[in-house]
């Protein structure tokens, strides 16, 4: 069984061997982990396969398969990912304010690390990548929990990825994986206070909704994507209808895809048939309220439940509204404050549904795929923190730091 407290022992160690570390000597290895993926691209497609071949075998959802596989192109992009996070500033020793009192004391607010971060999530084998990037520039060790779905995908990555950080004469014991797939192993690391500073799931609701009941570690939720597209009555119909179509077809597995459309009634007649017809390409089964099967009889009735729904698979909920004040109530009653657009040409209506919607991101005239910390220039992402504590949206390296007060004083003592 493996030994945790082992793990914590180098992590410690670990994150201080970071907190000496330049700027430049990260970004180095952050190149070279990025050229070793490419040189090993092989070895991990061939280590990805078992894990897809597994997941066949056992029946693995399209969309979650979607999320497990890699590619030639995704290995390219979790390189250039951590590229990015290399040619990004490096916010640790930001001061990020300062002033001085009246006594003289001269204060500052220094951005820290967090120290070791843990990172349970399920089959993204992307997400090692990502997460050591992150957490390595941002000057945190990070230990990694990955699902077992993709254990032999996240086992290539993290020697690739330790091999170079040996390299360039860093200590491994800044990035270390957690192998053993007994669930008690992880709520035991779930607990591991002692050495562990913050806890971050990213995955299912039920692995997100486990990991905020059993840690003792703060935790940063990143949540569920029940992301909603509202198409107004001022809006350009085949904008409207490109933006779902991307949303909603791109990759179904993801949490920033497209779930639940509402939809202006006066507009149902010129823009359901449009619609329809752009998503029969990936055969997307439509859910609707009376309202909408009225125009198109061979949509699925809605239930209740399906406005609630992650989906993550080719269906998609539909509601009609008749202003966007009740737009923005069911919006805010059946999403999970992740991500949701308006499409409509009528500014006034859109700063009103940008202001009213309390989710992470809101959008005017754009898909909701774009909710990644690769598309907002983060380089890479640890999750998209549906929260409000601390870091909300896609969390880059300023998500993943402290900070501290540091007073300069030549003698003063309190009266």
Request: proline fraction near 3%; charge should be negative; glycine fraction near 8%.
């Amino acid at each position: 069984m493996t030994n945790l407290n082992e793990m914590g022992e180098r992590a410690s160690h670990g994150k201080r061997v970071l907190s000496r570390l330049p700027a430049e000597e990260k970004n180095r290895a952050l190149d070279m982990a990025a050229k070793r993926l490419l040189d090993h691209k092989e070895e991990i497609l061939s280590a990805n396969g078992k894990d897809m071949e597994s997941a066949r075998n056992r029946g693995m959802s399209q969309g979650l398969q979607d999320r497990l596989k890699l590619s030639e192109d995704r290995i390219a992009a979790m390189a250039q990912g951590l590229r990015q996070i290399a040619a990004l500033p490096d916010c640790v020793g930001e001061v990020m304010e300062e002033f001085e009192r009246p006594n003289g004391l001269k204060i500052a607010k220094i951005r820290v690390p967090m120290g070791v971060i843990g990172i349970i999530y399920e089959a993204r084998p992307n997400v090692t990548a990502d997460a050591f990037g992150l957490c390595f520039k941002a000057g945190n060790a990070v230990i990694l929990k990955g699902g077992s779905d993709a254990l032999e995908s996240n086992k290539a990555i993290v020697q690739v990825l330790c091999e170079a950080l040996e390299e360039c004469g860093i200590s491994g014991d800044v990035l270390q994986l957690i192998t053993d797939v007994d669930r008690k192993v992880t709520v035991e690391f779930m607990r591991l206070k002692k050495y562990v500073d913050l806890l971050i799931p990213r995955g299912s609701a039920g692995l997100i909704r486990s990991v905020v009941e059993n840690s003792t570690i703060p935790v940063i939720e990143t949540g569920t994507g029940n992301c909603h597209i509202y198409v107004d009555k001022e809006a350009n119909l085949d904008m409207a209808a490109n933006i779902i179509y991307n949303a909603k077809t791109q990759r179904i597995g993801v949490c920033n895809a497209c779930e639940s459309l509402v939809i202006h009634k006066e507009i149902r007649e010129a823009f359901l048939p449009k619609l329809k017809e752009i998503l029969d390409s990936h055969k997307v089964e439509l859910r609707g309220d009376e309202e909408i099967r009225e125009v198109l009889p061979d949509c699925v009735p809605a239930m209740e439940e399906d406005y609630g729904t992650e989906y993550l698979d080719y269906i998609l909920s539909l509601k009609t509204v008749g202003t966007v004040e009740e737009a923005i109530a069911h919006i805010n009653k059946y999403n999970t404050m992740h991500s949701d657009c308006i499409v409509t040409d009528n500014p006034q209506t859109a700063e009103k549904f940008l202001k009213e919607i309390d989710s992470a991101c809101v959008y005017w005239n754009a898909s909701t795929r774009f909710t990644d910390g690769f598309e907002f220039g983060f380089g890479a992402e640890i999750g998209i923190s549906t929260q409000k504590l601390h870091a909300r949206g896609p969390m880059g390296l300023k998500e993943l730091t402290s900070y501290k007060y540091v007073i300069y004083g030549n003698g003063q003592v309190r009266t």
